[in-house]
């Protein structure tokens, strides 16, 4: 019986060393493709929603700013490429002008 508290000891040691490297990667948004709107081309991507939902808002929102229910949406200026970023949570999508 003296080896069981060693024994714990070294399972709790094995769980502690290989936990972090368990832990959830960071994932790259999904490349949803390209979509043209008021003659300007933009490169859709999302996070945790399908691509199909992403390219519908996405084409909603350029058209006429209507955000998705339960969802924030920001929108940037002509000083950068990212047109604008919804998010509700961990789901996210936004378009890139390209």
């Known amino acids: 019986m003296p080896h069981t508290g060693l024994l714990a000891a070294l399972v709790a040691l ?9 832990a959830a990667m960071p994932v790259e948004p999904k490349n949803c493709g390209m979509m043209k709107s008021a003659g300007k081309r933009y ?31 920001r929108s940037y200026d002509a000083s950068t490429a990212l047109r604008f970023r919804c998010s509700r949570g961990k789901r996210v999508f936004f378009a890139i002008r390209r």
């Open 14 to 22: 094995a769980l502690a060393v290989t936990a972090p490297s368990a």
């Open 43 to 73: 490169q859709v991507k999302s996070d945790q929603i399908r691509c199909k939902k992403a390219r519908r808002w996405t084409r909603r929102y350029l058209r006429s700013g209507a955000e998705p229910r339960r969802y924030t949406c």
